[in-house]
């Protein structure tokens, strides 16, 4: 793969299937990356002699060597399907600069609600592993987390559902709220049934929505970005404190 400097090869190490759309991927940079846990990298893949590219959040923290990203298939997608046509050692682009102001507001903010959609669960990752890396190092003042994560089936949720909840062991002032939205198709569900903006409303009046060190952060599908806006907003709670990032436009 043929790159100039604003670039960084990257190879495919492994591939965790969630679902026929669903899929972690964890790449191996020839070079250390440095970003800020919430950001997104912009990656690429060569197809017909030209190089298709396009952002996702990072899952893993700045500490870990390999970067994750938590990526659904769109079967007509420009990049998507060439992604998981990948096989382990193929080589992808990983653009050197990573982005976004989708981070961890840490001034004077010690509550922080977090709501994500499906993959949108991405940035919240980082966030949390990095925050408990540093807590553990002694580099973070206390902080209380509340993440709701939505997605219409349980095993959409990935392998971080299982993740946030030994999370709590490393970060004790985390609670996490899984639910979902097709009980009728996954029997065996026992927790919060409903789309995320619903059960945030009912989780609403636990948080401290009015107070200034108060700050939420909405990822994914950008109805529920809006729905869960619209939710905040009517308790109150400045837009100054709310961040989002849609992963797509209706």
């Given at each position: 793969m043929n790159l100039d400097s604003k670039f960084i090869v990257?190879?495919?190490?492994?591939?965790?299937?969630?679902?026929?759309?669903?899929?972690?991927?964890?790449?191996?940079?020839?070079?250390?990356c440095n970003f800020i846990a919430g950001q997104y990298a912009t990656l690429g893949v060569e197809r017909d002699g030209k190089l298709i590219e396009r952002a996702y959040s990072v899952a893993s923290s700045p500490y870990e060597p390999l970067l994750e990203f938590f990526i659904e298939l769109v079967p007509d997608g420009r990049l998507t399907p060439s992604i998981f046509n990948l096989r382990a050692g193929d080589a992808l682009s990983v653009r050197r600069r990573f982005s976004g102001r989708f981070v961890l507001d840490t001034n004077s903010k010690t509550h922080h609600l977090m709501a994500a959609t499906v993959t949108g669960i991405a940035p919240f990752t980082s966030m949390l592993r990095s925050y408990a890396v540093d807590a553990e190092a002694g580099r973070a003042v206390p902080m209380t987390f509340t993440v709701i994560h939505g997605a219409s089936r349980s095993w959409e949720l990935g392998t971080y559902r299982a993740e946030m909840e030994e999370m709590k062991k490393r970060v004790p002032n985390l609670i996490y709220v899984p639910t979902i939205s097709r009980c009728g198709e996954d029997c065996d569900w026992r927790g919060e049934v409903g789309r995320v903006e619903d059960v945030l409303r009912k989780y609403a009046d636990a948080l401290p929505l009015e107070e200034a060190s108060?700050?939420?952060?909405?990822?994914?599908h950008p109805q529920m970005i809006e729905n869960a806006r619209g939710v905040l907003t009517r308790a109150r709670v400045d837009a100054k404190r709310i961040h989002s990032e849609k992963y797509f436009t209706l």
């Open positions: 990257g190879r495919l190490a492994e591939r965790v299937d969630i679902s026929d759309d669903l899929a972690i991927f964890h790449i191996q940079p020839e070079e250390p108060f700050s939420a952060y909405l990822c994914g």
